[in-house]
């Protein structure tokens, strides 16, 4: 699995844009970049994945550099709910999680 | 379908105690997970299952930890003799095909204290 490098914690005011950025300089070739997001007392929950090629849902969008070795997860609103860790890593088999980035949401 | 179920929520033992954790995966999916978090850090991986086979083992699964998928459906994860620093929240998931394609859908876990 390829190492990942993400900021501890950012910070973000309500119904303005969030970018979450990723190193994975290591990253395989063929393998999928995930982002997953946990809120308190919860099991991560699926946020986005893409190869090459940006991907958008009605969650988020995820920008992808051409070398693929860091990738952004873009929130275009955020919201109170929004306020969660959020994991970058990529595999094939099982996927290995850091420590991820504290999101935190003024109103 | 209702996602992924794990039974109990919260399990609290006293130290010397086997436990025992069910997970339940989306009924299509073949493979299923299991990772334990503790306080302030990321979900860590410990094992992995395709249908009834176990292909991957973390060497976070001591001897004390055992974990079954009989018929290649649900899924047992026991604790033999509790230790305190197996005090953490085991998670479940489970992914239809390759994770790296589909990545994992996880349940709310279940939460381990051992006083």
């Known amino acids: 699995d390829a190492k990942t490098t993400q900021p501890n914690s950012m910070e973000s005011n309500e119904e303005e844009p969030v970018h979450l950025p990723c190193n994975h300089s290591?990253?395989?070739?063929?393998?999928?970049i995930h982002w997953y997001r946990q809120l308190p007392s919860q099991g991560p929950e699926y946020v986005i994945h893409g190869l090459t090629s940006n991907v958008n849902n009605r969650m988020a969008s995820l920008a992808i550099a051409e070398d693929r070795k860091s990738s952004t997860l873009i929130l275009h609103r955020a919201t109170l709910r929004d306020a969660a860790v959020y994991y970058c890593?990529?595999?094939?088999?099982?996927?290995?999680f850091g420590k991820g980035t504290m999101l935190l949401v003024s109103p | 379908d209702t996602g992924v179920s794990q039974d109990p929520r919260h399990k609290i033992t006293k130290r010397g105690q086997n436990v025992t954790f069910r997970c339940d995966p989306i009924s299509e999916h073949n493979r299923l997970y299991w990772y334990r978090q503790t306080l302030g850090q990321g979900p860590e991986f410990l094992t992995y299952f395709q249908n009834e086979a176990q292909l991957e083992k973390s060497r976070l699964l001591s001897d004390r930890f055992s974990a079954e998928r009989p018929k290649g459906s649900f899924s047992t994860l026991e604790i033999q003799r509790t230790e305190q620093g197996d005090s953490a929240m085991y998670l479940c998931?489970?992914?239809?095909?390759?994770?790296?394609?589909?990545?994992?859908?996880f349940g709310s876990g279940t939460r381990l204290t051992v006083v």
């Open positions: 998931a489970s992914s239809p095909r390759v994770v790296s394609d589909y990545g994992y859908t």
């Open positions: 290591t990253i395989s070739g063929t393998d999928y």
């Open positions: 890593f990529s595999g094939y088999s099982t996927l290995t």
